[in-house]
């Protein structure tokens, strides 16, 4: 039992610190840590200078053309990406749908797809929940019939992040309705391009367009972009969450956002003193902070497990997902309390890249516009992925047998 | 990295987890609490036997040189045994304290003897109105004799009535000191009585108490560190016992949702229920990250850094002991607030232990603390 680095793993994190500092755009790191708006090229440009440098998929096997690293390693190269203001890799490719691809497709499929995420060319996106099918997703309704080397399909995916961008969907579609509703649904891969498909925004509390609902009709997808075997994709999508959970729990990032926190804390004043001397305000922060410090442990410990096995993430996941969904949201709610009087002024500008400040109002800090809009953004991490409490009742039927 | 025991750790984890499971079962327990001494001698022999006591010392002195993780796989295993015998006042704390603070000589005369299960040892340091800040003693050292006379009064000496020496704070000036107390001392004077979870206590007076030279551990006027390294070790060591008891209490909770039915069905099947249960398992899982945290900073010699972890870790480590005791007691519904079964027990052990060496806001008031420092 040993919670310290060994020297290796030190000259590893040394060796991540560098490439960052000498490679990580500032202009990209000052959104990141400024809170503001990521647009489609920061996230492109980013995988492709990791790409560069061969760790475009950290969490990928090197015979697919990832890192092959170790779960610490992993855990590692997260944190110092967070704590550089690194743009978040976006999970949709890298840790949804390759692993299915790896795990299920065929040679033919892994050839075509992987290289082309792994070094940022294709922008994948999910198409799993519908209006009808949330926590009870395997009662999804979108139809594909197979009609000969084609599925045409037809029906509405909702809460799909930044598909606008994507190149390609992954999708859930019901195959067959006999049986049980699990048995009858495949996974497809749609290429966003194919005529009939029509992406919708969903404007969130934030004012941010991060969300569509996506329309099928008549859409024409070749047989060969069928994973694994028709009917069987429920096994596939669950192997997907468990992959979803882990990078899910988000400890660097949370790192990262406590850090901000206690520096808002000290910047902000009460009565004439720093925010953190005020005894409530700082238990508060103390207590979040309690929080992360045993998710990172957890964490670790989940990982390294998983490591030892080789399998597929199990149900401890679901422990990840709940802690660590909970921390960054009551981050993000200290952060914008933190504020006080000045979490109230709604500037959506203030998440442009250029804006910094106004002259009219002086006290208004540059990175205070954005925090109250986060605090609205983040209430989704507790209902996305699973929502907490279809987590739970993995934990107690998974784990516990009840 | 790692999180792997090692094989000698596993066999001794292995080895008494059987202990309990086949000779000290609940009644036992129950009968040794009834006790005169409120524990079992036989049962401190057999732990003199595995090498238990013998195991945070040095070798030189008869003991295994054991680590705090080896003592955190120690106190889990005591945890899941509900174990009434004093392991952690004589040999976590005082016989930590001997270990790191003592003179050779007495390092000779005490740690020999505490590894073999002779001698047992109270910490008396703690006084009434100084509720858990470890700088608050009244009790006083006057030079004189040869030695110095000691007079105040200690609260609550864990395991006081088994202690064959105490270790006693003492101020001296502006400064404070430790001395060995023979039990039988003239003008040391005892009040015992049982504690909430069964265990035994008192409350010390000491009128003029003669020490000689001889009985002073470590320096005059500056046993502050001392006895703030003794008490985070202390702590470690409750974080996992804490977490054994809620592993325990898991166990025993989850076997009662699958077995007891009410509706007609076993009542694990309500969502409510599971939830909870989720919840405690969530809770356990989380105190135990942090109790590894607290056992591989306890052997720190970063103090600031060993104190920060260790508030932390008992912080966090007991409001998940409240959430899992409480939730136990509630999910056995009317048999969780009997004596019959060993969840009241568990839970009473639990709470004492919140109550033990600093509680919630004690510890997170230290951690929240450590944050006014940039």
Redesign the interface.
């Known amino acids: 039992m040993d919670l310290n680095f060994t020297p290796e793993e030190i000259a590893f994190r040394d060796e991540v610190r560098n490439f960052l500092r000498a490679k990580l755009p500032p202009e990209i790191s000052h959104k990141v840590h400024g809170g503001k708006r990521l647009e489609k090229e920061d996230f492109v440009r980013w995988q492709k200078i990791l790409h560069a440098k061969g760790w475009g998929a950290a969490s990928w096997p090197a015979n697919h053309g990832g890192t092959g690293w170790t779960a610490v390693q992993q855990h590692i190269f997260d944190e110092e990406c967070a704590d550089a203001g690194a743009p978040m890799q976006l999970p949709f490719g890298l840790r949804m749908v390759a692993p299915v691809i790896m795990a299920f497709g065929n040679a033919m499929q892994q050839a075509r797809f992987l290289p082309r995420i792994v070094d940022g060319t294709d922008w994948w996106c999910q198409g799993y929940s519908e209006p009808g099918s949330g926590s009870d997703l395997a009662s999804l309704k979108t139809r594909a019939v197979r009609n000969g080397d084609h599925y045409v399909v037809n029906g509405q995916k909702t809460w799909n992040t930044l598909g606008q961008y994507a190149d390609w969907i992954f999708c859930l579609v019901r195959t067959s309705s006999e049986g049980r509703q699990q048995e009858g649904i495949s996974f497809l891969l749609i290429d966003m391009k194919t005529p009939g498909i029509t992406v919708r925004p969903i404007i969130m509390m934030d004012g941010e367009h991060e969300i569509n609902e996506v329309w099928f009709e008549d859409v024409r997808v070749p047989v060969e972009n069928l994973i694994g075997e028709e009917n069987k994709g429920w096994t596939y999508a669950k192997f997907l969450l468990g992959h979803e959970r882990t990078g899910i729990a988000g400890v660097g990032r949370s790192k990262r956002e406590l850090k901000k926190l206690k520096a808002i804390a000290r910047r902000e004043s009460s009565a004439g003193r720093p925010l953190i001397e005020d005894q409530r305000f700082r238990d508060r922060i103390a207590q979040v902070e309690l929080e992360l410090m045993a998710l990172e442990i957890t964490n670790l410990r989940v990982i390294s497990a998983e490591g030892e096995k080789k399998r597929a993430p199990g149900p401890e996941a679901s422990i990840l997902k709940i802690k660590g969904s909970e921390i960054q949201q009551l981050l993000t709610e200290l952060q914008m309390q933190a504020l006080g009087h000045y979490a109230l002024p709604y500037l959506h500008e203030s998440l442009d890249p250029d804006w910094s400040g106004d002259p009219a109002m002086p006290a208004y800090e540059d990175d205070a516009g954005p925090l109250s809009g986060h605090y609205f953004n983040v209430r989704k991490t507790t209902i996305y992925g699973g929502s907490n409490e279809i987590q739970k009742n993995i934990i107690s039927q998974m784990i516990l047998g009840l | 990295?790692?999180?792997?025991?090692t094989e000698e750790q596993i066999a001794l984890q292995d080895t008494l987890r059987r202990f309990y499971a086949r000779d000290y079962g609940f009644e036992h327990r129950r009968a040794m609490t009834k006790s005169a001494d409120g524990f079992d001698r036989g049962a401190w022999a057999t732990f003199a036997e595995f090498g238990i006591l013998a195991l945070p010392f040095p070798e030189d002195f008869g003991g295994l040189n054991g680590t705090a993780?080896d003592t955190m796989l120690v106190m889990e295993m005591l945890g899941r045994g509900l174990a009434l015998e004093p392991y952690l006042p004589s040999v976590v704390l005082c016989g930590g304290l001997i270990r790191d603070a003592g003179s050779a000589a007495q390092k000779e005369a005490l740690l020999p003897a505490v590894a073999g299960g002779e001698l047992m040892l109270a910490f008396a340091h703690f006084e009434a109105g100084g509720r858990y800040a470890l700088d608050q003693v009244a009790t006083k050292a006057t030079p004189g004799g040869g030695g110095w006379k000691l007079d105040g009064a200690k609260a609550v000496v864990l395991a006081a009535p088994s202690a064959g020496k105490f270790i006693v704070s003492a101020r001296e000036g502006l400064g404070l000191s430790l001395f060995l107390v023979d039990a039988g001392a003239p003008g040391l004077s005892l009040r015992s009585y049982p504690t909430q979870d069964g265990a035994r206590a008192a409350d010390l007076r000491l009128d003029g108490v003669q020490v000689g030279a001889e009985a002073l551990i470590g320096p005059a006027g500056g046993a502050l560190p001392l006895i703030e390294r003794a008490v985070d070790y202390a702590n470690a060591a409750l974080c996992a016992e804490a977490v054994g008891i809620m592993a325990a209490l898991n166990e025993v909770t989850?076997e009662y949702?699958?077995t007891r039915k009410q509706f007609g069905v076993p009542i694990?099947?309500f969502?409510a229920l599971?939830?909870r249960?989720?919840?405690m398992?969530?809770a356990t899982?989380?105190?135990?990250?942090?109790a590894?945290?607290a056992?591989?900073r306890a052997d720190s010699d970063d103090a600031a850094e060993r104190s920060r972890s260790i508030a932390?870790a008992k912080?966090?480590v007991l409001q998940s002991a409240r959430l899992v005791g409480q939730q136990a007691v509630q999910l056995h519904g009317g048999m969780g607030v009997t004596d019959e079964l060993n969840v009241g027990h568990y839970f009473k052990r639990l709470t004492m232990i919140g109550l033990s060496f600093g509680d919630v806001d004690y510890h997170?008031?230290r951690?929240?603390?450590t944050?006014?420092a940039?």
Do not use: C, P, W
């Open positions: 990295m790692n999180f792997d025991y993780i989850l949702l699958k694990g099947k969502q599971q939830h249960m989720a919840d398992v969530i899982e989380q105190a135990r990250s942090m590894t945290l056992a591989v932390a912080a966090y997170l008031g951690f929240s603390d944050l006014l940039a």
